[in-house]
């Protein structure tokens, strides 16, 4: 349990530091959440991890009243923690240094790695999907809709939403989640398997020791 809440603890503070990184070059375009974040932050105040934090809840409320099989102690910790954190590491301000336009796209490649890795350790310690993916999977099983399909309608708005608000929308964001998913895929694989290694380490050495 202490190794999952490890991953879970260190997996959330990598997809903050992540999102906080890819701010630092958004006009070369961000995620689509991001997006709409910055843009309500460039319209009605607040600051960015503010509306991270608000968004996220206002998600996990309409998941627990459509389908709450997906909402669990570690989508309600991500929702309030990943936006302070946001807000944190933006105040702290130590990020790759960005010199030029091909540096740039280094430290928003950075930023989407950083964002993988994370997302697939916290996924991986089984503490529940975050507010936005609860989101979407509740919506597909309410709806009928495959996962993919209802991702992309859904982030297809949202993006919609977060450009007629003036948010910061450029190539990137077109192709964000096809470079984010395959790694953390690869981070949710590699965790779920060290954890459950351990986990079987664990046990065999409990029967030792009662032996």
Same mark, same amino acid.
Do not use: C
């Given at each position: 349990? /202490?190794? @999952? &809440?490890? +991953?879970? $603890? ?28 910055? $843009? +309500?932050?460039? @319209? ?16 996990? &409320? ?9 909402? /669990? #102690? ?21 990020? =790759? ?27 991986? $310690? ?5 507010? /936005? ?28 939403? !977060?450009?007629? &608000? !003036?948010? =910061? ?8 989640? +096809?470079?984010?998913? =395959? ?6 694989? @590699? #965790? ?14 409990? @029967?030792?020791?009662?032996?």
């Amino acid at each position: 349990m /202490r190794l @999952k &809440l490890l +991953f879970f $603890a260190l997996g959330l503070i990598l997809f903050s530091y992540g999102i906080s990184v890819a701010i630092q070059v958004q006009y070369l375009g961000i995620h689509p959440w991001d997006v709409l974040n910055i $843009a +309500f932050f460039e @319209k009605f105040g607040l600051t960015i991890g503010m509306w991270n934090l608000l968004v996220g809840l206002s998600l996990v &409320l309409v998941s627990l009243i459509v389908d709450r099989q997906y909402i /669990r #102690v570690g989508t309600l910790i991500n929702a309030i923690a990943v936006g302070p954190m946001i807000d944190l590491f933006l105040f702290i301000d130590i990020f =790759p240094v960005s010199s030029s336009g091909v540096m740039d796209v280094v430290v928003l490649l950075t930023g989407i790695i950083l964002m993988g890795i994370g997302g697939g350790m916290y996924s991986a $310690a089984g503490f529940g999907a975050g507010p /936005r993916d609860g989101f979407m999977l509740s919506l597909s099983d309410k709806l009928g809709y495959s996962i993919s399909k209802t991702r992309i309608a859904v982030e297809s708005m949202v993006l919609i939403v !977060g450009l007629l &608000l !003036g948010g =910061p929308v450029f190539v990137f964001t077109f192709i964000y989640t +096809f470079i984010q998913s =395959p790694i953390f895929q690869l981070s949710f694989q @590699k #965790v779920t398997r060290f954890l459950y290694r351990s986990s079987e380490t664990g046990h065999a050495n409990k @029967k030792v020791k009662s032996i």
